[in-house]
């Protein structure tokens, strides 16, 4: 009977995996960032180095806080699959194992075995996009999340030896992912420790498998890149001045997209139990907003936190409808409360989905930026450069001031005036961030520091649109002596467009007037 009681349980985990990819398959998005780690990783296969221009004296700047995702993605360009395209694979399969990963730690840490009622954190996930968006994007973010996610799980199970095997390779991956397995862990020995304390030795088998894989890395960035932090740490270390704003507008924007409200009447049957979920939950979210937070739509920054909380929830549903039921003694599944408040986000997500396709350009809510947004950038800026790649020479160097599609499809080295993947952040000998800038974008190079390496286009300072800009339009941007350079990649088809057809009209870069850079210049000037 228990043996046919398990095998059934696992039904609901089918539907909801089918659930997950359908859900998933409505965000089907590469944006900009993802790119970056794209173009390492190609450089690295063919070119041997992990840098982002190949360039001589070498370049090295480590623009990329993904290590481990980076060489997976390089491991896949070597047999055959490109990146942008291997990517999306890998992190809807995370998706699916994070679904799993989180209801199995739920599971160890009630110490009962799988019922019906163990799917509900899972169920309860398909229905958030704060979850569900992060399978598509092409970033790191759910593969990082699944091995978090592992290690909590290990640790619940007292296997503390993978547990800091897959500590250490979350901490490769994204190093931030840290900062809520620690605090589980931490607190799973404050409240379990008593009763199954591993003892030192365990202790500090598991702390040498997490800790030594990442300080070999460390020595190892320092030896390569002549740095002990990412170049990216530069950057964005300036977010710390926007705790009150966006890192305020953050975390209330996740707490309102998982449906955090559902915690409130379930707050009577919290436990010093739940504590191993609620303290990390609430870590991460903190780390969030003391980072500043992010411009993006869906809390990439918070999707450990958002399965937690999932976690959690479906934990102290469990735990009421065992008391309703033994108080007054109803045989009402109260679980069906996690499929009604599944229902509640789904229609939620719903809406959200609706009003994110319905801006394909622009902010959501005048602050976020949507999956349809995102997508639509990185499309064009492949398709411009494409064109690139096939009209401009090798050696032509572009600014920009986003570092990843463009450069990955023209190839071209760049200067990024962002500083995220350039050296220019170790050669000024004081970041002046702005307070009123996005966060990642609040430091800009000096004009200066931009004409080191003479861009032959400044496309930083470009523009879009379906007319070409007025000549004199260009004379306020960087001063006179520049005319616009208006690339014209025409119309590709794009099943991703209303009408099936991508068509950008221009894309202009500002070029120092009188060179020639590829077709622009000399006689016929365009």
Known sequence: MARAIHKSAWLPGVVIAALAVIHMRAWVFVCDDAYISFRYARNLVEHGALVFNVVEPPELVEGYTNFLWVVVLAIGAWLGAAPERLAPWLTQGATLAGLWLVCLN??????????????????????????????????????????????MAATAGRRWRTAGVLTALAGLTRLDTLVPVGLFVATWLIVHGRKDWPGWRVLLQAGALAAGPLVIHMLWRHAYYGAWWPNTWLI?????????????????SWARGVGAWALVPLLPWVRARHAVLLVPLLGTVVYAWAVGGDFMAYSRFLVIATALQAGVLGWLIVDAGTWVRARWRVRAPIELLAVVLAGVLGWQARVRWEEDRAKPTGWLAGRWEGVTAMDRFARERVHVGDWMRENLPEGTWVT???????????????????????????????????????????????????????????????YVGKRRPAAASARGKLGPGYV??????????????????LDLGFYCCLRPEGRVVGPFGGHGER
Request: with cysteine; aromatic share 10%.
């Open 484 to 501: 616009w350079a208006c690339v014209e990649p025409g119309a590709v088809a794009d099943a991703r467009e209303p009408d099936g057809v």
């Open 400 to 462: 920009v001031g986003a570092a990843g599609a463009l450069p990955y499809a023209s190839g071209l080295n760049v200067v990024d005036v962002y500083g995220l993947v350039d050296p220019w952040p170790r050669r000024v000998s004081e970041l002046r961030p702005s307070a009123k800038g996005r966060p990642g974008h609040q430091v800009s190079a000096p004009l200066a520091e931009i004409r080191v390496r003479d861009p032959d286009l400044f496309c930083h300072l470009g």
């Open 106 to 151: 739920v599971v160890r840490l009630r110490g009962c075995g799988w019922t019906l009622a163990s799917w509900a954190p899972a169920l309860l996930l398909v229905a958030t996009p704060e979850f569900m968006v992060w399978g598509h994007g092409g970033l790191e973010t759910q593969f990082a999340a699944m091995l978090g996610l592992g290690a």
């Open 236 to 252: 964005k270390q300036a977010g710390v001045s926007l705790r009150g704003t966006w890192g305020v507008w953050y975390a209330l």
